[in-house]
């Protein structure tokens, strides 16, 4: 099966840059995703990294280490709006579902 | 391009008593998949359609089911409520399996 940990709960101040770290178990493996979600909201893709390295998106970097089952969503800049819960996912074995992490909740102050 | 849909969005039903929800896709995506989400659980997968078939399902009862049609529109099915089912139903869609999952504003269900 997966599993996959990331903090629960992650305060900056606006203008600040933060790192949400996200370490996995899986099986197979085909890549981390990450979605931000606010209070009420649906999540919404924020990146994908199926090889390692970094991807830049914007404000929004993703990395990816797969010998070290590890990655991390970089946000700078950070903005009130960027108050969210933000959750790592990858995709398992038979790219059938996504399996989340249990999400992290970041408070940005002003 | 118009982004996934979901209706109804919030939805009070009694325990015992039934509901169906419905999503539609993407224009162009053939793949659906549901999620629950509560507060204790998290995001928990419950079921993905492609072409109509179901392709995986999740660790829920059988009294959560689900359909795909030939236009790709999906709905779920909840029989027998109980106050448990309580949660945001989510639905995603992507173009194929595999490829990135884009999510619907959800269904808000409140079992009383």
């Known amino acids: 099966g997966q599993s996959l940990e990331q903090p629960s709960e992650v305060t900056a101040v606006e203008g600040a840059i933060v790192q949400i770290n996200c370490t996995y178990q899986t099986s197979g493996f085909y890549g981390l995703s990450w979605y931000q979600q606010h209070d009420g909201g649906a999540p919404t893709f924020l990146s994908y990294?199926?090889?390692?390295g970094l991807e830049e998106t914007g404000r929004f970097s993703s990395f990816l280490s797969r010998s070290d089952s590890y990655g991390y969503l970089l946000l700078q800049e950070l903005q009130m709006k960027d108050s969210a819960s933000y959750f790592c996912?990858?995709?398992?074995?038979?790219?059938?579902?996504?399996?989340f992490g249990t999400g992290t909740r970041l408070l940005v102050s002003p | 391009k118009a982004g996934v849909t979901q209706t109804p969005r919030y939805l009070i039903k009694t325990r015992g008593q039934q509901v169906t929800l419905s999503c539609s896709p993407i224009s162009g995506h053939r793949s659906v998949s549901w999620y629950q989400q509560t507060p204790g659980q998290g995001l928990q997968f419950l079921f993905e359609y492609f072409s109509e078939t179901q392709r995986n399902k999740g660790n829920f009862p059988g009294r959560f089911s689900g359909r795909q049609f030939s236009n790709s529109r999906s709905e779920m099915n909840v029989s027998t409520l109980e106050l448990g089912d309580s949660a945001l139903y989510l639905c995603?869609?992507?173009?194929?399996?595999?490829?990135?999952?884009?999510f619907g504003p959800g269904t808000r269900l409140t079992v009383l």
């Open positions: 995603a869609s992507s173009f194929s399996q595999g490829d990135t999952q884009y």
């Open positions: 990294n199926a090889l390692d």
């Open positions: 996912a990858v995709m398992n074995t038979g790219f059938q579902k996504l399996v």
